[in-house]
């Protein structure tokens, strides 16, 4: 079983307060079968039409921005159907949920070999003795936590760094996926101070500023960004014509 990710005021967003009772629960009934089939937030037009809630008054009106310049709870995709918005800024992709469960599978499949089950009775018979097979030296085992340590140090920098606090848990699943090492996390922490002076970024208080996990999954650091302009006066833009004009008369 899965579960769906949600932030814990998302029930207060005007994005969901204007929406009718239909709607919502189609909402979520999207969200829910995005989960258990991992389809990265796609669903399909053959898919939507067995929903339970599925009416085309609903779905219009999850495909209208709340408000204009907004982004729509759902995005039409052509010959495919719907994509939910931000599915993945806080549900994990369909790549990570298999490594999940290979994972998973693979730490029960261990801790059964490893078990009492193991045990083995010593020639005498009188006692046992557990066996513990496919254990890893401690040396790994300490390899592996300062590793594991370097990258959570690495991520709170980023984070500390990044003017937008949203959707943490996405932005680290993003950056163990990235694993930057010295010179890639040096990169991005330079990337990001290069954006802030960006115009792009200063608009409307930050608002086109992109959530920690897309600036990591596209690779947004990599952006080549235009040099700003200085800005100049309408006064000093009238000096410095005159003295062309006097430059040019003399």
Not at 131 to 147: F, H, I, T, W, Y
Request: hydrophobic content about 35%.
């Amino acid at each position: 079983m899965s579960f769906i990710r949600l932030s814990d005021d998302y029930i207060d967003d005007p994005k969901f307060t204007d929406l009718s009772d239909g709607a919502f629960r189609l909402w979520h009934e999207g969200m829910a079968y995005c989960r258990r089939h991992q389809t990265d937030g796609v669903i399909t037009t053959k898919a939507l039409s067995g929903f339970r809630y599925f009416t085309k008054a609903r779905v219009q009106e999850l495909l209208t921005p709340w408000e204009q310049g907004r982004n729509a709870l759902w995005n039409a995709v052509p010959t495919i159907g719907y994509a939910m918005h931000d599915y993945l800024e806080w549900n994990p992709c369909r790549e990570e949920e298999q490594n999940r469960q290979r994972d998973s599978k693979e730490r029960t499949r261990l801790w059964r070999s490893n078990g009492v089950a193991n045990s083995v009775r010593d020639a005498s018979r009188d006692a046992y003795e557990p066996v513990r097979v496919g254990l890893d030296p401690p040396a790994l085992d300490l390899e592996r936590e300062e590793k594991k340590d370097l990258a959570v140090v690495r991520f709170e920098e980023f984070w500390g760094a990044y003017p937008r606090k949203v959707g943490k848990g996405a932005a680290w699943n993003a950056w163990r996926k990235l694993q930057p090492d010295q010179e890639l996390h040096g990169k991005i922490l330079t990337s990001i101070a290069a954006h802030l002076e960006d115009s792009q970024w200063q608009k409307e208080g930050g608002q086109f500023v992109p959530y920690p996990a897309t600036f990591l999954n596209q690779r947004r650091f990599e952006d080549e960004l235009t040099a700003p302009q200085p800005h100049v006066s309408e006064q000093t833009s009238r000096l410095a014509q005159a003295v062309r004009d006097f430059s040019g008369s003399s």
